[in-house]
């Protein structure tokens, strides 16, 4: 598991990171950046339909120093002053992020921050799945094949082939796990740096996973060993 997939993402839909340190502050104690250069390839994302993207979000998490940077505040300011609080989690992921409508409108983020700190985002897709200890197995491949549709869509048809596949969903904080098929066979779950992660790919016909943990978190696998 790795951040490898994000950043062949941007890359293959040209674009990049933007660090919200080359904003010029608006006081001492903030810093002002347009929305969409925080945001980099949500406007796309949320363009695709709602119900070919149900099974997947965009984490995007503030991070200074190579670590996650949390309990920041940051406000959206549209151009007509409507203000929004934009939470930020301990983690230093967004719980909340701008619509299309704001970020077509040209929103800024306010952070408050000291105008010198120097910060930076990182964006990974994430796989909507409840923490469980049990799944249905066909559930996870639907997961892993109408994501990877829908970055396809929101990469456009000239980048869409350049998109990297997801090939599994990682169960992090899970120790281990089974995959349960149909006919009765149960074998282990992949283990891919410490996780135990599922392919639907090598799983055909796959019932249920089963885990020995209810995991932290579930994320999508890049297939990097």
Same mark, same amino acid.
């Given at each position: 598991?790795?951040?490898?997939?994000?950043?062949?993402?941007l890359?293959?839909?040209?674009?990049?990171?933007? =660090?919200?340190?080359?904003?010029?502050?608006?006081?001492?104690?903030?810093?002002?950046?347009p929305?969409?250069?925080?945001? $980099?390839?949500?406007?796309?994302? =949320?363009?695709?339909?709602?119900?070919?993207?149900?099974?997947?979000?965009? %984490?995007? $998490?503030?991070?200074?120093?190579?670590?996650?940077?949390?309990?920041?505040?940051?406000?959206?300011?549209?151009?007509?002053?409507?203000?929004?609080?934009?939470? $930020?989690r301990?983690?230093?992921?967004?719980?909340?992020? &701008?619509?299309?409508?704001?970020?077509?409108?040209?929103?800024?983020?306010?952070?408050? $921050?000291?105008?010198?700190?120097?910060?930076?985002?990182?964006?990974? &897709?994430?796989?909507?799945?409840?923490?469980?200890?049990?799944?249905?197995?066909?559930?996870?491949?639907?997961?892993?094949?109408?994501?990877?549709?829908a970055?396809r869509?929101?990469? /456009? &048809?000239?980048?869409?082939?350049?998109? &990297?596949?997801?090939?599994?969903?990682?169960?992090? /904080?899970?120790?281990?796990?089974?995959?349960?098929?149909?006919?009765?066979?149960?074998?282990?779950?992949?283990?891919?740096? /410490?996780?135990?992660?599922?392919?639907?790919?090598?799983?055909?016909?796959?019932? %249920?996973?089963?885990?020995?943990?209810?995991?932290?978190?579930?994320?999508?696998?890049?297939?990097?060993?």
């Amino acid at each position: 598991m790795s951040q490898t997939t994000t950043l062949k993402l941007l890359a293959a839909t040209g674009l990049s990171l933007m =660090l919200a340190a080359a904003a010029a502050p608006a006081s001492a104690r903030e810093k002002t950046v347009p929305a969409e250069k925080v945001f $980099v390839y949500l406007d796309r994302f =949320l363009k695709v339909p709602a119900q070919e993207r149900s099974r997947m979000r965009l %984490r995007y $998490v503030l991070r200074s120093e190579g670590k996650s940077m949390g309990d920041v505040k940051v406000s959206l300011v549209e151009a007509n002053g409507a203000t929004t609080a934009l939470p $930020v989690r301990d983690d230093g992921e967004f719980e909340r992020l &701008p619509t299309l409508t704001q970020l077509n409108g040209k929103a800024k983020l306010v952070f408050d $921050v000291p105008a010198e700190r120097k910060f930076g985002i990182s964006m990974t &897709p994430a796989p909507v799945l409840r923490l469980a200890q049990d799944y249905d197995a066909r559930e996870l491949a639907l997961t892993v094949s109408e994501s990877n549709a829908a970055m396809r869509k929101a990469a /456009g &048809p000239a980048l869409g082939l350049m998109v &990297p596949k997801l090939p599994g969903i990682g169960f992090i /904080g899970a120790q281990g796990g089974q995959v349960v098929h149909g006919d009765g066979r149960i074998v282990p779950l992949e283990i891919v740096q /410490g996780v135990p992660v599922f392919y639907p790919e090598a799983h055909k016909g796959a019932a %249920r996973v089963k885990l020995s943990r209810t995991p932290t978190r579930v994320a999508f696998d890049d297939g990097k060993k």
